[in-house]
């Protein structure tokens, strides 16, 4: 694993030549290497998807041509340390379904382990963070009186639960967008960004009023919620 690791982490031409089918000619060691470490993780994750031996995989030639398509995938989205593939297969291990999961699935499993350095829920904490959010909304003032474990975390949940409302989403979409929101946050902490912490919003006023109420009714919010003139 640790030199598979190093093959997609040096970008090495020829491995990946090879493994893509672009290059008849490459170095055969480091290949051969490369193979077989795709291999191994190939021949775990048929351990744990069944289901696959007898679909996706019953085909040497499909097999073979997944395996191109999987040191692809890791390659162009930067799965290159070991934390992250151990954290994909901690998730494969982890999963109910007895099917073959998509490169896709595979490497947001292993981005929960950048999301944890990061200090940041994984996919499925964020999304139990939401539907928290969701059930006891009701019982603070503001969203910003809610017991947020980070500023982070405030951010992003109120987001997710706008989107949520807004587009009517489904649970796989929501938990897609965890994905989505996970890693924009990941990549704001990783460039050293200072997340801010919650602010009060004024609420929209849904109800028509005349010039002088609703400089009234916005005097009110501000003085509700201490906010000063700008």
């Known amino acids: 694993m640790k030199n598979l690791v190093q093959a997609i982490h040096n970008r090495d ?4 030549a090879r493994l893509a089918g672009e290059n008849k000619e490459p170095d055969r060691g480091v290949n051969n290497e490369a ?3 795709v291999d191994i993780l190939f021949d775990n994750l048929k351990q744990l998807f ?10 040497p030639r499909d097999e073979a041509a997944a395996k191109r398509q999987w040191i692809a ?3 162009e989205n930067n799965i290159r340390s070991k934390e992250q593939l151990k954290s994909g297969m901690q998730h494969a291990r982890a999963s109910a379904s007895p099917f073959w999961p998509s490169p896709g699935q595979f490497i947001a499993w292993c981005k929960d382990a950048e999301f944890k350095a990061g200090g940041l829920p994984d996919t499925n904490e964020l999304y139990d ?9 009701i019982e603070y003032e503001t969203p910003e009186r809610y017991p947020w ?13 706008d989107l949520m409302r807004s587009l009517n989403l489904t649970d796989a979409e929501l938990r897609k967008r965890c994905t989505e929101e996970l890693r924009k946050m990941a990549h704001r902490i990783e460039s050293a960004e200072e997340i801010p912490a919650p602010v009060v919003q004024i609420p929209k006023l849904h109800i028509p009023l005349s010039n ?3 400089l009234a009714k916005i005097a009110e919010l501000r003085a509700k919620h ?5």
């Open 73 to 75: 995938a890791f390659a």
């Open 212 to 214: 002088d109420k609703g």
């Open 226 to 230: 201490r906010l000063g003139r700008h």
């Open 35 to 37: 193979e077989r470490l």
């Open 129 to 137: 963070m939401v539907m928290e959010y969701c059930a006891h909304k």
């Open 13 to 16: 031409s020829n491995a990946l």
């Open 50 to 59: 069944p289901a696959s031996v007898s679909t996706a995989l019953k085909d």
């Open 149 to 161: 474990k980070s500023n982070a975390c405030y951010w992003m949940v109120t987001k997710l639960y």
